[in-house]
């Protein structure tokens, strides 16, 4: 009966990470010891982030993207852009924060009321990616209080977006890069 308790114990200490009778103990080096051998600090993981909504494609959701990115007037791109920022993830969300921010404050754009109008004409895979799209737009910038912009045409431009699939079904934006 005696060797099935001394089975049963050893069984029960290697479970719970405890060395067997005659094995050493192996230590985890505290994070401390881990970056001065590595010199990189362990971190957690960052916190998963969802967007509010999401499109059925992936072309859906960068069409979406792509339109109301393009589509602004001074009064309200601010406001645009941290709408952008909520139904985004990952470096797209940090992108239209921080253009959120700088257009806020941005008084030349307040003074000129400047606006952007255009139409998304092309959202295509990008050749060799599940995940990265081309887009393709045509916009006109204009402005009610400066002439800077006076008998401007319309521009073609292009971005790399890159979708998430947050749910089955729900694609997001999450990476968001203009070309032109």
Known sequence: MRPFCLLGITLCLAACGASAPGEKARARPSPVAQAETTHEYPSPAPPLENAA????????????????????????????????????IGQARSAMQLAAAQTASDYELQRGGIANQ????????????????????????????????????PAWHIAVATVTQQRPGQWVVSGWQPES
């Open 118 to 153: 255009g139409t998304v004409e092309a959202v295509a895979p990008l050749r060799g990616s599940d995940d990265q799209f081309v887009v393709v737009t045509r916009e006109l910038t204009t402005a009610t209080a400066t002439t800077a912009y006076q008998g401007l045409q």
């Open 53 to 88: 909504g999401g499109l059925v494609s992936p072309a859906a959701a960068v069409a979406a993207f792509a339109t109301a990115y393009i589509n602004w007037n001074a009064q309200t791109v601010s406001q645009d852009l941290r709408a952008l920022a909520a139904h985004s």
